[in-house]
């Protein structure tokens, strides 16, 4: 794993070690003699990073977020149909 961290990601040894042990405080990874596994689904984790996104650049505004994501983008049909059942299914 520090093999791969290093060449993907340019860290260290101690940086790799360093986020293994902070991911398995959180409950993310497992890390039982040198085996690391997941313990979350990567769709949790996209979701999580997504939130935080949302949070930290948007002040947790969706309507922020694709105004900024949509400002040089244009839908094609189905997208926007696809978008606008998806607002219709999340409606209250």
Do not use: H
């Not at 398995?24 to 990874?29: K, M, N, P, V």
């Not at 983008?73 to 209250?92: F, G, N, P, R, V």
């Amino acid at each position: 794993m520090v093999k791969e961290c290093s060449a993907r990601l340019g860290w260290k040894k101690s940086t790799t070690y360093t986020m293994i042990k902070k991911l398995s405080d959180r409950a993310i990874l497992r890390n039982e003699d040198t085996m690391v596994s997941t313990l979350i689904k990567r769709e949790e984790i996209i979701k999580m990073e997504s939130e935080a996104l949302m949070k930290k650049s948007f002040d947790n505004s969706l309507p922020a977020f694709l105004a900024t994501f949509l400002q040089d983008k244009k839908l094609t049909a189905t997208e926007a149909e696809k978008i606008k059942k998806m607002i219709e299914e999340a409606t209250e």
